[in-house]
C-alpha cells in the first residue's frame, strides 16, 4: 500500500481543494498521488483476488485466473 505520509498529501491537497483551491503545481502533484494510489490499490487487489480459491461440493479447490 501507499506509505502513510503520501495518503495523507492526497488528503491534505483534497480539503485544500475544497477551500481556497490548488495551484497548476498542487493539482499536478494531486493527480500523481492519485495514479500512485490507484495503482497502488488495484496491484494490492489484484493480489486478493488471485488468492482466492473456490471449493466445490466435492472439496476440489479451484484457483481461477
Excluded: C, W
Excluded at 483534497?14 to 503545481?25: D, I, Q
Excluded at 492519485?34 to 493480489?47: I, P
Amino acid at each position: 500500500m501507499l506509505p502513510s505520509d503520501k495518503i495523507q498529501r492526497i488528503n491534505e491537497l483534497a480539503r485544500k481543494s475544497k477551500t481556497v483551491g490548488l495551484t497548476s503545481e498542487e493539482r499536478m502533484e494531486q493527480q500523481q498521488l492519485r495514479e500512485e494510489y490507484l495503482e497502488s490499490f488495484r496491484t494490492e487487489f489484484r493480489k486478493q483476488l488471485d488468492s482466492i480459491k473456490f471449493v466445490d461440493g466435492s472439496d476440489n479447490a479451484k484457483t481461477v485466473h
